[in-house]
Each structure stands twice: as structure tokens, then as C-alpha cells.
């Protein structure tokens, strides 16, 4: 699993990638500003990136914004002290796959980190598959070739 971790905090860095360690879940690429994260993003693909929503350069939403759609196949996962539902809707709808508040809880930053991986993975795996699921069915991920058939044959039923 490819982890990176976006804050520009150092202390949240070296904090977040010591649990991610312990946990088994590997070493992480840490960057300390959106724009550095930016970079990064397009010189190596992630699987899950935590990302914190403010930091001075460039906030998390407008990092979201534009890696989001260069990099579909990776997991968004917004960290921050603010717990405010507008910013969190506003994250999911710009792709984020969760919003946790600080001080984070390390059980469900695991638990999202895990989930996260495990839809970027099926996603993989689909693709590899060569299942192609129509437009109005692409936010269900699945592996089983029936449950695809039936989803082809829903959407022509619905045209």
C-alpha cells in the first residue's frame, strides 16, 4: 500500500507516519504543503492520501480539487481540527473518501486508511478484469461478473 501524508505540520508528519509503522501499514511519503504534495502525486501514484485541510500554501479542498481528477484511482481521506459539516460536505463532494477531525483516533484513521485501500484494490482489480459497470452504477464496486451483468442489464432496462 502507498500511503502519502500531506501537513504542514512536521510533528503531525513524523506523528502519522510512526502510527501508520506500527501498524504494519509501511512507510509513507510525507509532504509538508499541498503544492510539494501536488508534485509528488504526479511523480508517483498513491494509493490513500492523508490530507490536511489547512495549510498556508494551498488548502486540502482546493489539493482535492485538482488531484482528484488527475488521479482517480486514489483514496482522499481529509484530516483537520475543524469540525464543520459544510467543509466535510464539501470535501465529499469533491471526491474525498472520509473527513476526520483532529485529534484523530488512531482505531478509524486505520479503519479508513484500510477501507480506502481496499476500494482502490477492487477498483484494480475491475479494471484488470476488464468490467465495465454503466454510468449510473460506476460508484458500486464489484468483482462478481453476475452482479455486472445485472447491472448492464438494469441500466438498459432504465433507458
Known amino acids: 500500500m502507498k500511503i502519502m501524508v500531506v501537513d504542514d505540520e512536521q510533528v503531525a508528519l513524523r506523528t ?12 509513507c511519503v510525507q509532504c509538508d504543503s499541498g503544492s510539494s504534495a501536488l508534485e509528488a502525486l504526479n511523480r508517483q501514484q498513491m494509493d490513500v492520501v492523508l490530507l490536511d485541510l489547512i495549510m498556508p500554501d ?19 481521506i481529509i484530516t ?7 467543509l466535510a460536505v464539501k470535501a465529499i463532494q469533491l471526491g474525498a473518501y472520509d473527513y476526520l477531525v483532529k485529534p484523530l483516533d488512531p482505531e478509524r484513521l486505520v479503519l479508513a486508511i484500510e477501507r480506502a485501500y481496499e476500494k482502490v484494490s477492487m477498483r484494480t ?5 476488464g468490467g465495465e459497470v454503466a454510468e449510473a452504477f460506476s460508484h458500486i464496486l464489484t468483482c462478481s461478473r453476475l452482479m455486472r451483468e445485472q447491472l448492464a442489464y438494469a441500466a438498459a432496462l432504465a433507458r
Open 80 to 86: 483537520t481540527a475543524q469540525d464543520d459539516i459544510r
Open 125 to 129: 482489480g475491475l479494471e484488470a478484469a
Open 16 to 27: 502519522l507516519e510512526r502510527l501508520l509503522r506500527r501498524r504494519g501499514l509501511g512507510r
Open 58 to 76: 494551498m488548502n486540502g479542498l482546493a489539493v482535492l480539487e485538482q488531484a482528484k481528477p488527475a488521479h482517480p484511482g486514489t483514496e482522499f
